[in-house]
């Protein structure tokens, strides 16, 4: 090894090799180094000597650490291919890494694809034939309550923007009161009234053979899962998913179902915005208002639905939306109100049977009991 701890300033410097390489260098021959003399004299190389081993220890150093020294500095630089080595294998990884993810991620696609495509072979063929049934009912029944110059939307909106708030109805020592009872009983005639004059000869809600209201009151028919409240399953007869057995009273509850509790009630009343009645931003008042006439709404369809021993019970689904019904006793209490409910809920009553005669007829069938 060269001593250049001592040497001419004038002279090249040469750095030293590591002791661990050229152990390494040490091992890897199997003949000894030849030995070089170094003079005294610490102004002078023995030139003879030194460049025969420069050259060896060069050969040897390159093909150990793959460094080339620089002739005139004497100074190791790194290889450039060594130094793009790193940055390529660093390079390769992220990208082996992103197929390996991608690759998992479409394996785990490729499984809920599966589970999905399983879970609807498992359901019945004309269950999604059904359900477009259902919808078109909901939407077909929008179009008319939400009919701008129509009696029901001119009810539903001036009593909601009333400056009377209907909450003042829910407590009898407040001095309007009276002014909120009126404003309901206006409401709660209006709308009912005009509900129960609609029954049209054609179209998804006629009462021909074709229609989808008739459907919706045949046996048989596949209903989806989460379509029922638990109150209205405790009416209804079912076989898996199917209704069967659909008497003159559970008839009644599919219809006043559907026209009163979803596509009125818990839709345009309990979300007024995403179903458009209201359009913009829902102010406290109208928040308010829409609960308490939901509320009563719903109350006179569950009596009209129920039987005369007993009413259907509140949804446990809808009750942080709902007032129960004590909430509502100093409404439904009132002489005047307790007139119009009862009229109210003879007329749903009739009006239903009404309809099902009407299918029923078209159907070629006798009166269900």
């Not at 180094?33 to 050259?55: H, K, V, Y």
């Not at 209490?333 to 809920?345: G, L, P, Y």
């Amino acid at each position: 090894i060269l001593n250049t701890s001592q040497h001419d300033p004038q002279t090249p410097k040469i750095r030293p090799i590591s002791v661990s390489k050229y152990n390494v260098l040490n091992n890897s021959q199997t003949h000894k180094t030849p030995s070089i003399s170094i003079r005294n004299d610490p102004g002078q190389f023995n030139i003879e000597n030194e460049r025969p081993l420069a050259s060896l220890q060069h050969s040897r150093y390159e093909k150990i650490s793959n460094i080339v020294v620089d002739q005139h500095e004497f100074t190791p630089k790194p290889n450039v291919r060594e130094k793009k080595k790193p940055k390529f294998r660093r390079n390769l990884f992220r990208k082996k890494a992103i197929g390996i993810l991608f690759i998992i991620h479409l394996k785990h696609r490729a499984i809920k694809t599966r589970e999905d495509s399983n879970n609807h072979s498992n359901q019945p063929p004309n269950a999604l034939i059904h359900k477009i049934r259902l919808q078109e009912i909901i939407v077909a029944l929008h179009r008319v309550y939400l009919e701008p110059e129509s009696a029901i939307h001119s009810a539903l909106f001036h009593a909601i923007n009333n400056p009377i708030s209907l909450d003042n109805a829910l407590n009898t020592s407040t001095k309007n009161y009276s002014g909120a009872i009126d404003i309901i009983g206006t409401t709660l005639k209006t709308v009912i009234s005009k509900i129960t004059e609609f029954m049209p000869k054609e179209g998804v809600l006629s009462t021909e053979k074709g229609s989808a209201v008739s459907a919706l009151i045949q046996d048989g028919n596949p209903f989806p899962e989460k379509y029922f409240w638990d109150c209205e399953r405790e009416l209804l007869e079912f076989d898996n998913l199917k209704v069967t057995n659909i008497t003159k009273s559970r008839a009644k509850l599919l219809i006043i179902g559907i026209f009163l509790f979803r596509a009125l009630i818990t839709t345009l009343l309990l979300k007024p915005v995403k179903y458009r009645f209201i359009l913009g931003h829902l102010t406290p008042n109208e928040s308010i208002s829409l609960k308490v006439l939901a509320s009563v709404i719903f109350y006179i369809g569950r009596r009209a639905v129920g039987s005369k021993s007993q009413l259907l019970a509140l949804p446990h689904e809808w009750q942080l939306s709902l007032h129960t019904d004590a909430d509502i006793e100093t409404i439904i209490q009132h002489s005047e109100i307790n007139s119009i409910i009862n009229t109210c809920e003879k007329s749903l009553r009739m009006w239903c049977e009404e309809y099902i005669r009407r299918i029923d007829a078209s159907f070629g069938k006798e009166l269900r009991t």
